[in-house]
């Protein structure tokens, strides 16, 4: 209650709703309920206590599958946090749930009140329950309270934290957000000095984004008239390591069948995407394609992949429209020289930028 009696409810401001749990959870009022601070302090005071267990997994499974829907209030492009108050610890486990609520770009808070001590900690189902929720294990996202007596301590550093959206860092940005995949051309024609230009570039664009394995995750396809899969999302959890991989990956040289290879990166690394990422594709290549581009193409795109087509050189200009996602010229780019292509880096970074942040998003 004073927590929103601090923070200024509006439409304009943050929005708060509650859910209370014990061995089930339900939301008491939504986010669009109550929009001042008076309404919202007399409903609180209104609340029966539920009483039972404190199945924090269970609540935090039920907030991520309802609560911050835009039927429920959500505004979308407002930061989504969920404060955790837990009298000692949970009764059922967290740890997967809150990885789920994180990569749905919720901000998990933990606040424990009078927590276990040495002879109760045999008891608890998750020792480390707290590390495993919140958005990062700095404790800025966690707060101890020795009594319940003690609460009211903590509501001036709590909307500090919960108001300095600089640093809720589990919010979804364009950066982190993402599964990208690349498709890239390692037919005979590229050439090794060259591949090893591209492979250069792919890690470029790599190292933009957030690496982790709740945030942007990186996969590779290489193809010639075969399509070989480097690596996929997942198997490399920071830019250190996507970096190392990339630099790693040997010129295969042959055909170019670009289709094909379209169709395989459909297959073995976007059907693997996780539902609340972006699905992004980036094709790069220096010639025509001995087989058809548009229909693979066409159904990446019905299948949710945003796609960019890079082309090089001898590379087809209308296949490359094809390949690339309406509007063409903010998904199709060309260059002459395979040393050129660094110059793309900071327009495609931006132009996945902009366009995530035009649509609607939780």
Not at 30 to 49: H, V
Not at 205 to 214: A, K, M
Request: aromatic fraction near 10%.
């Amino acid at each position: 209650m004073s927590v929103a009696e601090t923070l200024d409810i509006g439409i304009a401001g943050p929005l708060i709703g509650i859910v209370q749990f014990g061995n089930n959870a339900s939301i008491e009022f939504n986010l669009q309920t109550y929009q001042n601070s008076r309404d919202l302090k007399s409903a609180i005071e209104k609340i029966p206590q539920k009483g039972g267990l404190s199945n924090v997994g269970r609540a935090l499974s039920h907030t991520i599958g309802s609560f911050f829907s835009s039927e429920q209030g959500n505004r979308g492009g407002a930061p989504n946090v969920v404060v955790v108050l837990v009298d000692g610890w949970p009764t059922d486990k967290v740890g997967e749930t809150a990885r789920l609520a994180r990569e749905s770009g919720i901000n998990i808070f933990f606040i424990t009140v009078e927590g276990a001590d040495q002879n109760e900690r045999q008891n608890m189902v998750e020792n480390d329950f707290v590390d495993k929720s919140v958005c990062r294990t700095t404790g800025y996202f966690a707060i101890n309270v020795p009594s319940w007596f003690q609460l009211q301590h903590v509501v001036a550093p709590l909307v500090r934290r919960v108001c300095d959206t600089e640093r809720l860092v589990c919010s979804k940005t364009c950066l982190n957000s993402a599964d990208i995949g690349f498709v890239v051309d390692g037919s005979s024609s590229v050439g090794t000095d060259n591949f090893r230009t591209v492979l250069q570039f792919v890690a470029n664009i790599s190292r933009e984004f957030e690496i982790s394995d709740t945030a942007t995750r990186v996969g590779v396809v290489q193809y010639t008239y075969d399509q070989r899969l480097e690596f996929g999302f997942g198997e490399h959890n920071t830019r250190e390591a996507v970096s190392s991989a990339v630099k790693n990956i040997r010129y295969w040289s042959g055909g170019t069948s670009t289709g094909e290879a379209i169709t395989y990166a459909s297959k073995h690394l976007f059907s693997k995407s996780k539902p609340n990422k972006r699905k992004l594709m980036i094709v790069i290549t220096d010639g025509r394609s001995y087989d058809d581009v548009r229909t693979p193409a066409l159904a990446a795109h019905r299948n949710g992949v945003i796609a960019y087509a890079i082309g090089i050189a001898w590379a087809a200009t209308d296949e490359l429209e094809y390949i690339a996602t309406d509007p063409d010229k903010d998904h199709s780019f060309f260059v002459d020289e395979f040393d050129s292509l660094y110059q793309f880096v900071p327009r495609i970074v931006r132009n996945i930028c902009q366009e995530f942040n035009s649509q609607p998003h939780n």
